[in-house]
């Protein structure tokens, strides 16, 4: 089997499967949007090789820690329409909770359903019982995202460059209990 067709756990709307090698082209698709990634990390866009680069990491997550990034697929179509994962950025001790998606998908209420759907999972099949999130203070979609998915806000990081980061945090069992 590979790796790509591992079907993690399943909503309403989601599948979520771990990431393969045929998902580049839907991970560029979705980090190569200069508009979509303004709220992801540098907020650049990633390349093509960027996008392989970070299978590979994924695939070194998945073997070293149990999880990472994954695939979110419309189950109607079957499409990959985004990203969703546990991660450790920078080898942080906190697990945190990443997801982008197409921007023809933003609005609909898709990531809230999968960042539910990956905390649940986290705490049921990794024992996660706490995960972050962090957002740029401007990102007012997002928050409402976590919100939704039931994180609660916590605090602002500075960061190294002086600018500050929202920090969200979850601890088990919350999520099942937050309102839609």
């Not at 399943?10 to 499967?17: F, G, K, M, Q, S």
């Not at 697929?73 to 197409?102: M, T």
């Amino acid at each position: 089997m590979n790796s790509g067709d591992q079907v993690l756990f399943e909503t309403d709307r989601l599948r979520v499967r771990r990431i393969g090698d045929a998902d580049v082209d839907a991970l560029f698709a979705v980090y190569g949007d200069a508009e979509a990634m303004i709220w992801v990390d540098e907020g650049k866009p990633i390349d093509r090789d960027g996008c392989i680069r970070w299978v590979e990491v994924t695939r070194r997550n998945y073997a070293t820690r149990g999880y990472g990034m994954s695939a979110l697929q419309d189950r109607a179509s079957g499409r990959v329409i985004g990203f969703c994962g546990i991660v450790h950025p920078g080898n942080q001790p906190e697990a945190e909770i990443k997801y982008a998606l197409l921007r023809s998908h933003w609005g609909q209420g898709l990531a809230t359903e999968a960042v539910r759907g990956m905390l649940a999972y986290g705490l049921r099949e990794l024992g996660l019982r706490e995960v972050i999130a962090t957002t740029s203070p401007e990102n007012a979609a997002s928050h409402r995202v976590l919100l939704k998915a039931g994180m609660q806000e916590s605090w602002m990081r500075r960061n190294e460059d002086g600018s500050l980061t929202r920090v969200f945090a979850w601890r088990g069992g919350e999520a099942e209990n937050a309102g839609s």
